[in-house]
């Protein structure tokens, strides 16, 4: 299964960019969505996830301020990031987790990070 990011770029503080990753191969079903960012020196950190049947969590610096979503028609995630901070700086990478078509068993695939830098 191969994930395709996108959306990632530069943007002033108080911006908002639109994260999208798409899922392709032999899926026949996915289950969590989640995106996670790193930063040079820190763990990669969960800053937000949703389930198949659409419940969403978010990490505590990002409520109110990110939304995450998916279209299961498409197999894609999204991250709407809404008022970005420069400490929101950093690269941007999408999990995906599911069964394979054919031999149903489970996948968890990682996408190429995206960099996102919030800076005047």
């Known amino acids: 299964v191969q994930l395709q990011a996108s959306g990632g770029g530069l943007v002033q503080p108080g911006g908002s960019l639109r994260l999208s990753c798409a899922a392709s191969?032999?899926?026949?079903?996915?289950?969590?969505m989640s995106w996670h960012r790193q930063t040079p020196g820190k763990q990669r950190e969960l800053v937000a996830a949703?389930?198949?049947?659409?419940?969403?969590s978010y990490a505590d610096p990002v409520k109110g301020r990110f939304t995450i979503s998916r279209d299961n028609a498409k197999n894609t995630v999204y991250l709407q990031m809404n008022n970005l901070k420069p400490e929101d700086t950093a690269v941007y990478s999408c999990?995906?987790?599911?069964?394979?078509?054919?031999?149903?068993?489970?996948?968890?695939?990682w996408g190429q990070g995206t960099q996102v830098t919030v800076s005047s």
């Open positions: 999990n995906v987790n599911g069964r394979l078509r054919d031999t149903l068993g489970e996948f968890i695939s």
């Open positions: 191969g032999r899926i026949f079903s996915i289950n969590a």
């Open positions: 949703v389930t198949s049947a659409g419940s969403t």
